[in-house]
Nanobody, 122 residues
Framework: QVELVESGGGLVQPGESLRLSCAAS????????MAWYRQAPGKQRELVAR???????NYKDPVPGRFSISMDNAKNTVHLQMNNLQSEDTAVYYC????????????????WGKGTLVTVAS
């Protein structure tokens, strides 16, 4: 059983920073990619940033420059550094991972964390 656990959310004022973390645990071969999605009230879940094992990253506009995704392969952990947070960044942030399991048929599976709430308000 694979589990993703997020941490680091909270209430901040506009212009402040937060660092989200997500750790993958369980029995698996490797992690192909990890990503952060967010879902604001009344809106669909959207991709914020993704990092491929190996380091390639991609970001959703307009967050590039304010957000930075990184991965600690040794700890199976992904981080999202969020700077200069604005009210429109308020959302539940979800961790996502494509993981290679120890099985022959359809070895890759996608997992989601339960989410961590980020609230930006003055």
């Amino acid at each position: 059983q694979v589990e993703l656990v997020e941490s680091g959310g909270g209430l901040v004022q506009p212009g402040e920073s937060l660092r989200l973390s997500c750790a993958a645990s369980g029995r698996f071969q490797s992690i192909s990619s990890m990503a952060w999605y967010r879902q604001a009230p009344g809106k669909q879940r959207e991709l914020v940033a993704r990092i491929i094992n190996g380091g390639d990253t991609n970001y959703k506009d307009p967050v590039p420059g304010r957000f930075s995704i990184s991965m600690d392969n040794a700890k199976n952990t992904v981080h999202l550094q969020m700077n200069n947070l604005q009210s429109e960044d308020t959302a539940v942030y979800y961790c996502n991972a494509d993981i290679l399991l120890y099985r022959i048929l359809q070895p890759q599976e996608t997992y989601w964390g339960k989410g961590t709430l980020v609230t930006v308000a003055s």
